[in-house]
């Protein structure tokens, strides 16, 4: 019975939603807002394997590259900007600056720098994803507890050994934080940074379709990368369970 | 053991210079338990802090067996007042005993029956995989002890540990200090703004007065050895040592410039 | 014992001759200069006793910023002249403040600028307004919030730039576009934060309001009105940037008047200076609009007496 109602209450509201956009525009002669049977219709259509290998797929790509790469970026600077009080004074006005500048702003920029291939698609989307991690980084840094940071150097535990079992760890709920508003800028950089010049590329494909006005594959596309959005969305989230379990559990306790 | 001489740290604050401790000086031989109280905002803890080399002195010195501290001492262990902000909470009860020992180039065999050791003298025998914050209050407070114990310091710097517990646990954290005391032959430095706490668990109780602090008092507690909550804090001679003590706080904040 | 705070518990340790940096925690976090920020809660304070003759010393963290934003603008200026970098795709900071002065005194300059902001302005209103009636409502009635969890979550992570080619097939280049986007983006922030703020009703007081017999109209403004209104303030501050980037993000894209069509505009005629004087105008209001928000949020929640943190993004 409770997994009926658990089913009921995920599955209720979207399902009555789709069913209405089905019903509202099964009659629809609008050019721009096509039945939705026609667009589910066209969507294996048009996402063939041929399209998935030389479009989704290399983005995916490129996202994982440039959001790893902003991850690891992030997370070290922010580590070492973080403990380093004179850096961050140093720093954190030209930081608080960048991190303002919208991202899809330096497209035009980086695509001067780097070109139109791989490379600056990449850099594109790392030039978004980096901020939050690294901003993040260092607010959990800095907001270590003084206490934990005493008991740390009480026992002698060192530098290298405090910032990866004391600092890191206290930092991560921050981090992950940050780690997850990149994911989403990550995402919709991945499309921007195709929608330029580029020749391949799910951003790429869903523009072209919009320029040479095939609406359904169009909306298609559009409903690919809500897809995409969600599952990358829930990804994060047993990432987030795995890495967090204990920050989790324990607010749940004193909640 | 532990040697203070003339230590003392201001601030600065604003642009001005505040003073918490002006000089202090004393010792604390090795295996003694000594028990240092005072007013509110005598910089008690700030004394703590410099003698586990958290925090520079203005003026004098620290020393550990002799040697000048300048940073944490070897072989010294602190407990804190804040259990829970003390232990980290993601790791679990063994992890957090064992941290502080990974350092002592020991094998992982000897540092997981060091902590078995070390929880079972807690009272906490088996509770290895439990996390920090299902524990309770006074159990969090007991690994924190545990964890300290495992490091096996020769000296033992307790920043009023038990201030956040309530009564009951408090009583048994005595009797839990006390008991470790004798068995391992650690020296202990209790911090403490209690007075009973003080007496019953001391050998000595060094009165601090209050801001700018100096030394106020050292009053000698011969209780015995055997000392138990029930009989000793109902005995005539507890009740005069206490008034002994509380009439020097009571002093200590009459007289700010004493 | 409660975690909802996320207040920096460190504070300075005494000694350190530098106030600290204001604690990310947002409207929380005492302020720089309070003295409860200095000292550890339990610890009581010293007594004064002041030295005469000591000058107050230098705002440190001050000169550190100062000079980092100077190194970062000289290294803008020279690095174009070594052979690290090349002066035609990143030209000298003296040459984009030329642009920029130059652009400055333009008419089309400040129309754009106008245009921006009335997209994010317009847009900005339109989200929070939706987002915190929907969330109110929502978060009121357990059963429909339950329900709409899963529509939620499955439509916050869809990227708002997914509808852009809808909204260039229905708006054109015009200013609904750029709405579009804005608004779908910013609504989501305000809407997660008012629920996450109706949710963190006082358990007790709403069993007061119950046996005070309050009508819905009298819970709404007595008791789910004051827990959201901080929780409000957040969504509003993040929907406030989310909004500009998408903003100039729209133009840029689709090409709405604004300041992201010039940026678009000013790199495809090979204007490099004029292109990196924009991007600057765009970072300068990022930082303007961040500021101008927390002064608002400050100012709207200084009566308010508890201490409210983010809802986890």
């Known amino acids: 019975m409770r997994l009926l109602r658990g089913a009921l209450l995920l599955l209720g509201l979207p399902t009555v939603l789709f069913g209405l956009w089905w019903i509202a525009s099964a009659d629809s002669t609008s050019f721009y807002f096509p039945p939705l049977q026609k667009i589910l219709a066209e969507f294996a259509e048009t996402w063939t394997a041929e399209r998935w290998r030389a479009d989704v797929l290399p983005s995916l790509a490129r996202l994982g590259a440039g959001y790893a790469a902003s991850c690891v970026l992030g997370i070290t600077l922010g580590l070492l900007i973080g403990r380093t009080r004179w850096l961050l004074h140093l720093t954190e006005p030209v930081l608080e600056f960048a991190r303002a500048v919208p991202p899809p702003v330096l497209v035009p920029v980086i695509m001067l720098v780097a070109g139109i291939g791989d490379t600056m698609k990449t850099a594109v989307i790392v030039s978004g994803c980096i901020w939050p991690i690294l901003l993040n980084t260092i607010a959990g840094v800095r907001s270590a507890d003084a206490v934990q940071l005493d008991t740390a150097a009480a026992f002698g535990l060192g530098r290298t050994r405090t910032l990866t079992s004391v600092v890191l760890p206290a930092a991560s709920p921050r981090i992950v934080t940050g780690m997850r508003q990149s994911l989403a800028i990550g995402l919709i950089l991945m499309v921007i940074s195709e929608m330029f010049a580029a020749q391949s590329g799910l951003g790429f494909a869903i523009v072209q379709f919009q320029r040479s006005y095939a609406i359904p594959a169009m909306w298609s596309g559009i409903l690919l990368l809500g897809c995409l959005g969600v599952a990358l969305a829930a990804l994060f989230n047993l990432f987030d369970r795995a890495v967090l379990h204990w920050y989790h559990r324990m607010r749940e306790r004193s909640a | 053991m532990l040697e ?34 005072g007013p509110s905002g005598c910089g008690k803890t700030t004394l703590l802090r410099m003698c586990a080399g958290l925090l520079t002195p203005t003026r004098g010195r620290a020393a550990v067996d002799g040697r000048t501290v300048d940073g944490p001492p070897a072989d010294t262990a602190v407990v804190f007042q804040e259990y829970g902000r003390s232990l980290f909470p993601w790791m679990r009860v063994g992890a957090n005993v064992d941290l502080p020992l990974r350092r002592l180039g020991l094998t992982r065999a000897e540092r997981r029956e060091r902590v078995a050791e070390a ?20 159990q969090q407070q007991r690994v924190a002890i545990a964890r300290a114990v495992a490091f096996r310091p020769r000296l033992l710097l307790m920043d009023e540990p038990f201030a956040a517990v ?39 109780v060094l009165v601090l007065s209050s801001s700018p602090t100096r030394m106020r008092a050292e009053i000698h507690i011969d209780l015995g050895e055997e000392r138990d909550q029930l009989g000793t804090r109902s005995s005539p001679e507890f009740a005069k040592l206490r008034g002994a003590v509380w009439k020097e706080i009571q002093a200590a904040k009459r007289k700010p410039d004493e | 014992m409660s975690h909802k705070t996320n207040r920096d518990p460190a504070g300075p340790r005494p000694g350190d001759a530098d106030t600290p940096h204001p604690s990310p925690a947002g409207p929380t976090a005492p302020r720089p200069g309070d003295p409860r920020a ?25 000169v550190l910023g100062a000079a980092g934003v100077a190194l970062a603008l000289a290294a803008g200026q020279l690095l174009p002249h070594t052979p690290l970098v090349n002066p035609a795709y990143t030209p000298t900071t003296g040459a984009v403040l030329n642009a920029l002065a130059a652009d400055l005194a333009r008419g089309e300059f400040w129309q754009a600028l106008a245009d ?42 869809i990227p708002s730039v997914a509808l852009v080619p809808l909204a260039v097939l229905l708006f054109g280049t015009r200013l609904p576009s750029t709405l579009l986007l804005v608004v779908y983006a910013a609504f989501w922030q305000v809407l997660v934060q008012v629920l996450a703020g109706v949710r963190d ?5 709403a069993d007061t309001a119950r046996s005070l017999r309050l009508n819905p109209w009298q819970r709404l403004r007595h008791l789910a009105w004051p827990t959201a209104l901080p929780y409000l303030m957040t969504g509003v501050r993040l929907a406030a940037t989310v909004a500009l980037v998408l903003a100039i993000t729209a133009e840029l894209v689709i090409g709405s008047p604004g300041l992201g069509h010039e940026i678009a505009v000013a790199q495809s005629s090979g204007a490099t200076e004029r292109m990196y004087a924009l991007i600057l105008v765009a970072g300068g209001l990022g930082v303007l609009v961040n500021l101008g928000v927390r002064a608002v949020e400050r100012g709207a929640l200084r009566w308010h007496p508890s201490v409210r943190s983010e809802a986890p993004a």
């Open chain 2, 119 to 138: 929880l079972a003298l807690v009272d906490l025998a088996g509770r290895e995989r439990a996390w920090p914050w299902q524990l309770s209050g006074g």
């Open chain 3, 201 to 205: 009703i006082d358990p007790v007081a």
């Open chain 2, 4 to 37: 203070a001489d003339g230590i003392g740290r201001d601030y600065r604050v604003d642009g001005q210079v505040l003073t918490a401790i002006d000089s202090l000086t004393f010792q604390v031989a090795e295996g003694e338990l000594v028990c240092i109280v």
């Open chain 3, 38 to 62: 200095r000292l550890h809660p339990r610890r009581p304070r010293p007594r004064l006793r002041p030295t005469p003759g000591r000058t107050p010393p230098l705002p440190v963290p001050l």
């Open chain 2, 166 to 204: 309530d009564a009951q646990t408090r009583a048994e954290l005595e009797d839990l200090i006390r008991d470790l005391w004798q068995r391992l032959g650690v020296t202990v430095v209790f911090i403490t703004h209690d007075i009973d706490e003080s007496v019953y668990l001391g050998q000595r």
């Open chain 3, 116 to 157: 921006t902001l009335t997209a994010w302005a317009l847009g900005l209103a339109i989200a929070v307004a939706a987002g915190a009636a929907l969330g109110i409502l929502i978060g009121s009635l357990p059963p429909v919030r339950a329900a709409a969890n899963s529509t939620i979550e499955f439509l916050r992570p």
